[in-house]
């Protein structure tokens, strides 16, 4: 009696899961096909003396649903990244051509001056921008005053720490930041222009000029 019992639940179940087969992606359907298949020889060829019982059967088509999920899953997870990169290679595209700041210590200066910025682990009483030229000499210090947490850009006019106007050309700056007699943790930015963008397997990455490529999540500001 208990092989007519495990057999006839056995094939109900199967039942039920053929019904839902032409519903499935084929990867999915080809395996559970082959899993149904090894199944149903299994059952028909059981020893009619210890039969497969329920509980033995629900484990295998446990394990099958087990499987399935995780495919299912993994195809849903899919899809949302694919969603996510075409939205940030839409949000990158509306960037080509912009002027972006981003993790740097360069600073150029042109005859209309420079631009630069820093961004802030939080608020800061004073915040003194050093300039610094390629000899590593400081040619300018420029205090900024107080400022909140977040990022912030600046201007520099080319004035040397003398008074006299400073060449143009490619500097370096560093940010020192207190609050009370505590630092304050400072990163400089520097200005770039987004030139392309790049979408690789897993993210949309921007090509900003010869500073090089950065991920959307480390562009601090846009101007």
Do not use: C
């Not at 802030?120 to 921008?129: F, I, M, Q, R």
């Amino acid at each position: 009696m208990a092989t007519v019992d495990s057999a006839t639940s056995a094939q109900q179940i199967l039942n039920n899961l053929a019904r839902t087969e032409a519903q499935k992606p084929k990867a999915t359907e080809d395996a559970q096909s082959r899993f149904l298949t090894l199944l149903t020889t299994q059952l028909k060829n059981q020893d009619p003396l210890s039969p497969m019982d329920n509980a033995a059967v629900t484990s295998q088509l446990a394990q099958i649903s087990t499987v399935d999920g995780i495919e299912r899953l993994n195809a849903t997870l899919s899809e949302l990244m694919e969603g996510q990169q075409s939205s940030e290679a839409l949000q990158a595209a509306q960037l080509l051509g912009r002027g972006v700041l981003v993790p740097g210590k360069g600073l150029v200066l042109t005859d209309q001056g420079s631009l630069g910025g820093f961004k802030l682990d939080t608020s800061a009483d004073k915040v003194v921008v050093s300039i610094s030229d390629a000899n590593g000499l400081e040619i300018a210090s420029v205090d900024m005053g107080a400022h909140n947490a977040g990022t912030h850009s600046f201007q520099w006019d080319g004035t040397a720490t003398d008074g006299t106007p400073a060449a143009a050309g490619a500097y370096t700056v560093k940010i020192t930041a207190t609050q009370g007699d505590d630092t304050v943790s400072a990163t400089a930015l520097e200005l770039g222009q987004v030139s392309s963008v790049i979408r690789g397997p897993s993210s949309v990455d921007l090509q900003v000029g010869a500073l090089g490529i950065f991920q959307l999540n480390e562009i601090q500001q846009i101007l």
